[in-house]
C-alpha cells in the first residue's frame, strides 16, 4: 500500500483535481445563462408589466379627465360589515 500512495497522490493531483475543477467551472457557466423555460417565463412577466402599465396610465388618465370635468361622485352609502 505505500507503494501506492505516491501514484494515488499524483494522479489525484493532476488528473481528478483538473477534471473537478472544470466540471465546477462549466456548471459555472451554464448557471449564468437563462435556460428556454426562465426565458419564457421572463416574456410572459415582461408583457404582463406592460400591459398593467398601459391600464394604469388609461385609468389616470381618465381620473385627470373626470377632475378636469368637475364631476364629483356623490359619497357612497357605508357596506355593511361583518361587525355588524
Known amino acids: 500500500m505505500d507503494e501506492?500512495?505516491?501514484?494515488?497522490?499524483?494522479v489525484s493531483l493532476f488528473i481528478?483535481?483538473?477534471g473537478m475543477i472544470f466540471h465546477y467551472i462549466t456548471?459555472?457557466?451554464?448557471?449564468?445563462?437563462l435556460m428556454p423555460d426562465d426565458e419564457r417565463m421572463m416574456?410572459?412577466?415582461?408583457?404582463s408589466a406592460r400591459a398593467m402599465e398601459r391600464r394604469?396610465?388609461?385609468l389616470e388618465a381618465l381620473l385627470?379627465?373626470?377632475?378636469q370635468d368637475g364631476?364629483?361622485?356623490?359619497?357612497?352609502?357605508?357596506r355593511p360589515t361583518f361587525d355588524d
Open 16 to 18: 481528478v483535481l483538473p
Open 43 to 47: 416574456e410572459d412577466l415582461w408583457r
Open 71 to 78: 364631476q364629483r361622485r356623490p359619497p357612497r352609502s357605508s
Open 27 to 33: 456548471k459555472w457557466r451554464q448557471q449564468k445563462t
Open 56 to 58: 394604469i396610465e388609461t
Open 4 to 10: 501506492f500512495l505516491p501514484v494515488i497522490a499524483i
Open 64 to 67: 385627470e379627465q373626470s377632475e
